[in-house]
């Protein structure tokens, strides 16, 4: 994942997980669902990068988080989340 502009407004620290069920709501913890921390990204910054810890499994979905509490509204910010994969 990496920033092109940095996030404003909500908090700087989006994480993504990924979960076996898709019911996740914009607010919910994401504690409530069986999840998977896969980039604990810190405070994205202009040319920030991380990379995935791990890959989701199959028919798994994904969530962006935030490391800390907020219900901040974003008002600015592009991050670019690239995966690529193969089958074998």
Do not use: Q, R
């Amino acid at each position: 994942m990496e920033c092109f502009e940095a996030p404003a407004g909500g908090d700087p620290d989006i994480n993504i997980h990924s979960a076996t069920e898709g019911t996740g709501v914009e607010d919910g913890a994401i504690a409530d669902l069986t999840e998977t921390l896969l980039v604990n990204a810190g405070d994205a910054t202009i040319g920030s990068k991380v990379y995935f810890t791990g890959v989701p499994a199959a028919d798994e979905f994904l969530y962006l988080t935030t490391g800390a509490a907020t219900d901040a509204d974003y008002t600015a910010g592009k991050l670019f989340i690239e995966m690529m994969g193969y089958e074998a």
